[in-house]
């Protein structure tokens, strides 16, 4: 009796430990991430990520997963943005001050609006949007909003 009971406690902490080092070797969290939502567009669902703006990937990651088995079928980066009035992209990793705000999803298009502090110091405010398609995303549209 006493035997199983140390052979089930063996098996029990292996299990356990096992467990844990198996997780630790996967990568789930991003530390960088501040914000993030999930909703069903289409047949698929289409998920948001927001990393913080002083993080070596200030960007806005869309992603389109295919509903119930959350397979990743597109995903795009957003990490710069094109200035018709100057005729410049904005990198943004090279502002000195990014916001994207207000973000939302109707009728298959997600819209957003950017606060960019040129190293100039001059602000910029943008209303960008971005339709969701099935499996992929249309070209990204930002117009300066004064």
Same mark, same amino acid.
Request: aromatic share 10%; with cysteine; hydrophobic share 40%.
């Given at each position: 009796?006493m035997k199983q009971l140390m052979i089930s406690i063996y098996l029990i902490f292996t299990f356990f430990c096992t467990e844990a080092i198996s997780n630790d070797?996967?990568?789930?969290?991003?530390?960088?991430? @501040?914000?993030?939502?999930?909703?069903?567009?289409?047949?698929?669902?289409?998920?948001? @990520? !927001?990393?913080?703006?002083?993080? /070596?990937?200030? #960007?806005?990651?869309?992603?389109?997963?295919?509903?119930? +088995?959350?397979? %990743? @079928?597109?995903? !795009?980066?957003? #990490?710069?943005?094109?200035?018709?009035?100057? =005729?410049?992209?904005?990198?943004?990793? =090279?502002?000195?001050?990014?916001?994207?705000?207000?973000? $939302?999803?109707? *009728?298959?298009?997600?819209?957003?609006?950017?606060?960019? $502090?040129? %190293? *100039?110091?001059?602000?910029?405010?943008?209303?960008? *949007? @971005? !339709?969701? /398609?099935? =499996?992929?995303?249309?070209?990204?549209?930002?117009?300066? +909003?004064?």
């Amino acid at each position: 009796m006493m035997k199983q009971l140390m052979i089930s406690i063996y098996l029990i902490f292996t299990f356990f430990c096992t467990e844990a080092i198996s997780n630790d070797d996967k990568t789930y969290v991003s530390f960088d991430v @501040i914000e993030m939502n999930v909703e069903r567009v289409n047949d698929n669902l289409f998920r948001w @990520i !927001k990393f913080h703006p002083d993080s /070596e990937f200030p #960007c806005l990651r869309l992603e389109i997963l295919e509903a119930g +088995s959350n397979a %990743l @079928i597109k995903r !795009k980066n957003i #990490c710069n943005v094109y200035d018709e009035a100057l =005729k410049v992209t904005h990198d943004f990793k =090279k502002l000195s001050f990014l916001d994207i705000y207000n973000l $939302s999803v109707e *009728s298959q298009t997600l819209t957003f609006e950017l606060e960019l $502090s040129l %190293l *100039s110091q001059n602000v910029v405010n943008m209303n960008c *949007s @971005i !339709k969701i /398609e099935n =499996k992929d995303f249309s070209p990204l549209v930002c117009n300066r +909003s004064e």
